[in-house]
């Protein structure tokens, strides 16, 4: 009997094995990993991934990312996925990863198949606590990766109170680029719905990180005039106050926006 519950103790401290696949035309990927429900420091372990072409293996290696280090895990029960996210006619393998903790970190990888090599290369991403949809919004045949901007996540506000502004980027050749402003319609969307979640509160105190979001996705539409006329006319009227503990209101906050925006790229 002892060496029964000894048997049982081991298997439920490795846990079981579980699989994920994903398959498109000639490419398949496989991801495994362990997972045991009763460990709360990692309870995934052995993370591990296949790609292979044609029926033959090209890629076969345990999962790592430096963006969440040995604490990956996986991002859901479709983690692994297969699209053309560059549009040139080859299939990507996507493995989308979560680091764990309550707002973050969702990561992917992007397996880009190398002919000169016949074998893959890796790009990885970090989103933060947003993730991000896999869109076809152009007219092009190259992806779009709809996402928020995670970097303003308690930068003027607790995080439930914090606006993150719309954020597009896509693949090419192997880098992350920021297509943002060359969908200004949805920029427009997104920054009439940070505006309304600002007037919602009663441009109290817990308003100032909504009203960022506003600010960044203005600048992102071309409108520096409208946010410069905007927040002077709510500072003249008091109404730029900020939340406890979250740096200053009124015109120190408009200073410390203006700093943020040229430190992520939004102004110049």
């Known amino acids: 009997m ?19 696949r994903a398959h498109a035309g000639a490419i398949s990927a496989v991801f495994s990993f362990r997972y045991a429900p009763h460990d709360v420091v ?6 591990h991934l296949t790609i292979s072409r044609d029926g033959r293996t090209l890629h076969d290696a345990a999962v790592h ?8 895990m996986p991002a859901g ?19 989308n990863l979560y680091s764990g903790g309550a707002h973050c970190c969702y990561v992917v990888q992007v397996f880009r198949y190398d002919p000169t090599t016949h ?15 896999l869109e076809h919004l152009a007219s092009g045949s190259a ?4 996402s928020a901007d ?18 597009i980027l896509q693949l090419r050749d192997g880098r992350f680029i920021d297509v943002t402003r060359s969908f200004p319609k949805l920029v427009g969307a997104d920054a009439a719905g940070w505006w309304k979640s600002y007037r919602a509160g009663d441009r109290g105190e817990f308003g100032l990180g909504f009203l960022a979001a506003w600010a960044a ?12 006329q905007t927040l002077t006319r709510l500072q003249r009227a008091g109404e730029l106050r900020s939340s406890p503990g979250f740096g200053p209101g009124g015109a120190g906050f408009v200073a410390h926006l203006d700093r943020f925006l040229k430190q992520e790229g939004y102004t110049e």
Not at 143 to 146: N, P, T, Y
Not at 150 to 167: I, K, Q, V
Request: net charge negative; proline share 4%.
């Open 143 to 146: 992806l779009e990766f709809v």
């Open 150 to 167: 995670d970097r303003f996540a308690y930068e003027f506000a607790a995080y439930a109170f914090s606006g993150l502004p719309l954020e």
């Open 65 to 72: 990312s430096a963006l969440c280090g040995s604490f990956c």
């Open 77 to 95: 029960t479709r983690s692994v996925a297969i699209a053309d996210v560059e549009g040139d006619g080859e299939p990507d393998v996507l493995l």
């Open 42 to 47: 990692s309870p995934y372990t052995g993370l």
């Open 2 to 20: 002892a060496i029964g519950l000894a048997g049982a103790a081991i298997a439920l401290a490795a846990g079981t094995v579980q699989t994920q």
């Open 217 to 228: 996705d203005e600048y992102n539409l071309g409108h520096s005039a409208t946010v410069s």
């Open 119 to 133: 074998g893959y290369a890796t790009v990885d991403h970090i989103w933060g606590d947003p993730s991000y949809e």
